[in-house]
T-cell receptor, first 114, second 116 residues
Framework: EDQVTQSPEALRLQEGESSSLNCSYT??????LFWYRQDPGKGPEFLFT???AGEEKEKERLKATLTKKESFLHITAPKPEDSATYLCAVQAGAGGTSYGKLTFGQGTILTVHP | GAVVSQHPSWVICKSGTSVKIECRSL??????MFWYRQFPKKSLMLMAT?????????EQGVEKDKFLINHASLTLSTLTVTSAHPEDSSFYIC????????????FGPGTRLTVL
């Protein structure tokens, strides 16, 4: 069974204090690892897709990395507006389908204080 | 690009009535849409996978007759909660995957359902 574990459950940072969120996974054939941001009362907002170990992607203050067992979301010099729940999800399994179900972690609640 | 909308954004209904939620992909065609349910401070729980022109595939434990899904076109899927009860109150979110082969799911803004 595919499993995704995110840590920590909650993270409080001061503005400008860089840190990392962790996503550990076990899947039978990773097809993609996804990071989303979710604000309260809203749907998840897509951030990154990573497909293979060693891949890195960046967007503004965020950088996502991937190994064979885990992914990190690095936040550099965060601002209060980066406060949100960050969700990690994996898409697994072989096959010729052009879509795939996602298995989500429980999320990390990030709070950035000014 | 990759915008998904949901309507309504919130709905309050009486116990025993049915409620329909629409999910639309606004700027792309979606062969597959997914319906999720999210409880407070919890992660997303997949309810069903909806493919255009075919029957939806429901996850284990999800009642097919209570949560009716119709994916009538490449841009529209609907979720109907039949004979709603207070325990059906939740945040329902849809997502869509495009036809290009890119596997990213793009999510709608969600619908808050409250059953009195």
């Amino acid at each position: 069974e595919d499993q995704v574990t995110q840590s920590p459950e909650a993270l409080r940072l001061q503005e400008g204090e860089s840190s990392s969120l962790n996503c550990s996974y076990t899947v039978s054939g990773l097809r993609g690892l996804f990071w989303y941001r979710q604000d309260p009362g809203k749907g998840p907002e897509f951030l990154f897709t990573l497909y293979s170990a060693g891949e890195e992607k960046e967007k503004e203050r965020l950088k996502a990395t991937l190994t064979k067992k885990e992914s990190f979301l690095h936040i550099t010099a965060p601002k209060p507006e980066d406060s949100a729940t960050y969700l990690c999800a994996v898409q697994a399994g072989a096959g010729g389908t052009s879509y795939g179900k996602l298995t989500f972690g429980q999320g990390t609640i990030l709070t950035v204080h000014p | 690009g990759a915008v998904v909308s949901q309507h309504p954004s919130w709905v309050i209904c009486k116990s025993g009535t049915s409620v329909k939620i629409e999910c639309r992909s606004l700027d792309f065609q979606a062969t597959t849409m997914f319906w999720y349910r999210q409880f407070p401070k919890k992660s997303l729980m997949l309810m069903a996978t909806s493919n255009e022109g075919s029957k939806a595939t429901y996850e284990q434990g999800v009642e097919k007759d209570k949560f009716l899904i119709n994916h009538a076109s490449l841009t529209l899927s609907t979720l109907t909660v039949t004979s709603a009860h207070p325990e059906d109150s939740s945040f329902y979110i849809c997502s869509a995957v495009g036809t290009s082969g890119h596997r990213t799911q793009y999510f709608g803004p969600g619908t808050r359902l409250t059953v009195l």
